[in-house]
């Protein structure tokens, strides 16, 4: 009888602690007078997210009272939803869940204020815990730890690495599009494999000082080594949760199944092709052949000044190896992973919605003409519409639903819509990107439309109808959007340090795919225009969380052909 206790006291004593979690939870904070919405599941469970994977696409589609049941059940919930939990509960609401109390935020003026004090609003470290596979990074570390990281790591963003993101870009998406070319009967199915390979070259270049060669180079294991750099990142990537919960020495078990064996041994190899790298990078220095300036160099270099300094203090804010490790996983994931999703985005709509593709077109004759070489400094900031496609893509379909913050070991003060709220202590904050890029009061009726022209402003006198063409381009100018209303790359002292690195990547690669070329979608039998694009739009709306960040669920499924512009 004494085993038949010990097996029902367990699901008991779980179902007490649910219960006095919830109610305790659910206590600590309506005292705020915020909505408060009671989730009997933590999303943000680790085990609950791989559990909850296969299934998450199917939960907007269940029925009353399950929908509702799990409409907040799960990473990545803010993109199903846009920004209808915030019509019906307003600008900032809690969810309340056994686990933790979580405010959700699609208020600007609340957004400006959690994003600007990074004191006050710190980065929850059991979230970011799970990018500290390597070591500490930038992206994860708060207070001090934080001023350090940024004093080393923000030399690495300069206008000379932005000159090599350029033409390495230029130089990766060429290749690309000879290859997309060849295959224009029937098109290529391979968007999303082939902006990743552009990306993962042009951070390899600007980010270490590895040249590749598209298709080429990192898909090969390098010597000694028994997986492909490139194939051991990816391999990461798409099991960041399993490595969260599975540590590496126990993943190379034995025991455990070959895939997860494969995941283990791409660790280690990943963790080596690092270390490679900072070894080489410190022979150069010690040679004085510094080379081409990288985001590898730079940060190696003031990393190493400062420990060799002799000066106490100085020597204090240098970097472990361990803390290198972490930032060029950071670097790469962050240089990967987000802007090759943020261009594939961009193709398939631009082949949804054709006049756009007019649209950038005629800019992109109008700065870059019939040059073979664009420059950098010359074009770049001339190229407004090809910026837009991007602020639009992130707009809608960002790489980040939501951006994590906490009120820490202490309350805070927020104002929401004019009036002061203390929030207590412990509080996870989701900054809800969606509500704030979805909002009909600041981006119009149409906000749920994909419309890049919506971040173009003409001043009065170029709006006259007599004026030509490329008067009208060069005059017109950015949108600047609400402070606290539109933030892909965050906000305030954190903001993404990789900005600019990101857009200049970006219209990069556009400029060279739609200066002379058109893409449209391959038709299926049977099929109309009007409905292959109908098709393809609907595989961008199926988009959700893999792992860490949006992507469409099924990308395969689009086929493009590419052609000459007539």
Not at 120 to 149: C, E, M
Not at 229 to 238: E, H, P, Q, T
Not at 473 to 489: A, F, N, Q, R
Not at 544 to 555: C, H, S
């Amino acid at each position: 009888m004494a085993w038949l206790f010990i097996v029902l006291s367990i699901p008991l004593s779980l179902t007490v602690w649910w219960a006095v979690s919830l109610i305790n939870n659910y206590n600590l904070v309506r005292q705020t007078e915020l909505p408060l919405v009671v989730t009997f599941i933590n999303p943000l469970n680790p085990f609950w997210q791989l559990l909850s994977k296969p299934f998450i696409p199917y939960f907007p589609l269940l029925p009353e009272p399950f929908k509702s049941l799990t409409r907040f059940s799960y990473v990545g919930w803010q993109y199903d939803d846009k920004f209808k939990a915030h019509q019906q509960l307003g600008p900032c609401f809690i969810l309340v869940s056994p686990g933790m109390n979580e405010l959700v935020v699609a208020d600007p003026g609340a957004t400006e204020t959690i994003l600007n004090d990074r004191k006050a609003f710190i980065k929850p470290p059991f979230i970011y815990t799970i990018l500290d596979i390597f070591g500490k990074n930038l992206n994860t570390v708060n207070g001090s730890d934080w001023q350090r990281h940024r004093k080393l790591t923000a030399p690495s963003f300069n206008e000379r690495i932005s000159k090599v993101v350029w033409d390495e870009s230029t130089r990766q998406a060429r290749d690309m599009l000879v290859r997309w070319t060849t295959l224009s009967t029937q098109g290529t199915c391979d968007t999303m494999e082939d902006t990743r390979i552009v990306a993962l070259h042009v951070i390899d270049h600007a980010g270490f000082g590895i040249t590749n060669d598209f298709g080429e180079g990192v898909m090969k294991p390098g010597p000694g080594h028994q997986i492909a750099y490139r194939d051991a990142m990816l391999l990461i990537l798409s099991n960041i949760l399993l490595v969260f919960v599975l540590p590496v020495h126990v993943l190379s078990k034995s025991f455990m199944p070959k895939s997860l064996q494969q995941l283990g041994l791409a660790l280690r190899e990943f963790r080596t092709y690092m270390e490679e790298m900072v070894t080489a990078e410190r022979e150069k220095s010690s040679k004085n052949e510094h080379g081409k300036e990288n985001l590898l160099s730079t940060l190696v270099r003031a990393s190493d000044e400062a420990k060799s300094s002799g000066d106490q203090a100085l020597s204090k804010s240098s970097m472990t190896d361990e803390e290198l490790y972490g930032n060029i996983f950071i670097y790469s994931f962050a240089g990967h992973e987000t802007t090759a999703s943020t261009i594939a985005y961009a193709v398939v709509l631009l082949a949804v919605n054709p006049s756009y593709q007019d649209w950038i077109a005629a800019e992109l004759q109008h700065v870059i003409g019939e040059e073979t070489v664009a420059d950098y400094d010359k074009v770049f900031p001339r190229l407004r519409r090809t910026l837009s496609l991007m602020l639009e893509v992130l707009r809608l379909y960002g790489p980040v639903t939501a951006l994590p913050k906490s009120t820490g070991d202490g309350e805070r003060a927020l104002a929401v819509n004019g009036v002061t709220k203390i929030i207590p202590a412990d509080t996870l904050i989701a900054v809800n990107l969606l509500g704030l890029h979805t909002n009909p009061s600041t981006w119009g009726q149409n906000s749920l439309s994909w419309c890049p022209d919506r971040w173009i402003s003409r001043t009065g006198r170029d709006t006259k109808s007599d004026l030509t063409q490329s008067q009208i381009l060069d005059g017109e100018t950015i949108v600047e959007p609400k402070p606290g209303s539109y933030i892909p790359w965050a906000d305030g002292p954190r903001f993404c340090p990789g900005k600019k690195f990101s857009q200049v990547e970006f219209v990069a690669v556009v400029a060279v795919l739609f200066r002379k070329y058109r893409v449209q979608p391959t038709l299926n039998e049977g099929e109309s225009k009007e409905q292959a694009r109908a098709r393809l739009m609907a595989t961008v709306e199926d988009s959700g969380i893999r792992e860490v960040t949006l992507e469409m669920r099924n990308p395969k499924s689009v086929r493009l052909m590419w052609s000459l512009r007539e």
